[in-house]
Antibody, heavy 121, light 110 residues
Framework: QVQLVQSGAEVKKSGSSVKVSCKASGGTFSSFAINWVRQAPGQGLEWMGGIMGMFRTTTYAQRLQGRVTITADEFMTTSEMELNSLRSEDTAVYYC??????????????WGQGTLVTVSS | QSALTQPASVSGSPGQSITISCTGTSSDVGGYNYVSWYQQHPGKAPKLMIYDVSNRPSGVSDRFSGSKSGNTASLTISGLQAEDEADYYCSSYTGSSTQVFGTGTKVTVL
């Protein structure tokens, strides 16, 4: 069973950028989609975007378009999510999650452990 | 894309059945059979409980079942147990390779 292992917690200043990584331990996600989901403290889940492993096609949530970039390495073992122009409301736990298939239409059956990003002024 | 609407809280006694609704539009829940449900305990990552409206991943108890009618999907938990106390989220495909989550429901076992 492939495990998704994320990078550690980050503390960032408003206006800066953060990059969170998600490594597939014990395999690759070339046949799957990798999604990024965040959860602000005490709040619900928010889908941020994803990348389809087979085609490396990315899609982003409309409200984050232009601020978020999702990539995957050549071997489809690591995905990164970069969020720019950070604001206090970007403080959240960020999760990567593998889709059931290569398309970004199905549920997420394998989740990373989460990465806390704190944005301070 | 607006979040799907879920009741803020649902409660039940052990052994009872409860149902959580997830209301969207014809552009998401009503338009595709790609509704999923997740269980999240405090401080933990979400866990997939139902996918494609009514399918259970391997290892998920058959006490959990999903359905859909029109623009509303539902998750039913039968034989409610203390360990089912958690937050539950629905999600739906919205077309153009995007997804949206529900507002979340806190399930309390009385």
């Amino acid at each position: 069973q492939v495990q998704l292992v994320q990078s550690g917690a980050e503390v960032k200043k408003s206006g800066s950028s953060v990059k969170v990584s998600c490594k597939a331990s014990g395999g690759t996600f070339s046949s799957f989609a990798i999604n990024w989901v965040r959860q602000a403290p005490g709040q619900g889940l928010e889908w941020m975007g994803g990348i389809m492993g087979m085609f490396r096609t990315t899609t982003y949530a409309q409200r984050l378009q232009g601020r978020v970039t999702i990539t995957a390495d050549e071997f489809m073992t690591t995905s990164e999510m970069e969020l720019n122009s950070l604001r206090s409301e970007d403080t959240a736990v960020y999760y990567c999650a593998r889709g059931l298939g290569y398309h970004l239409n199905q549920g997420f059956d394998n989740w990373g452990q989460g990465t806390l990003v704190t944005v301070s002024s | 894309q607006s979040a799907l609407t879920q009741p803020a809280s649902v409660s039940g006694s052990p052994g009872q059945s409860i149902t959580i609704s997830c209301t969207g539009t014809s552009s998401d829940v009503g338009g595709y059979n790609y509704v999923s449900w997740y269980q999240q305990h405090p401080g933990k990552a979400p866990k997939l409980m139902i996918y494609d409206v009514s399918n259970r991943p391997s290892g998920v108890s058959d006490r959990f079942s999903g359905s859909k009618s029109g623009n509303t999907a539902s998750l039913t938990i039968s034989g409610l147990q203390a360990e089912d106390e958690a937050d539950y989220y629905c999600s739906s495909y919205t077309g153009s390779s995007t997804q949206v989550f529900g507002t979340g429901t806190k399930v309390t076992v009385l």
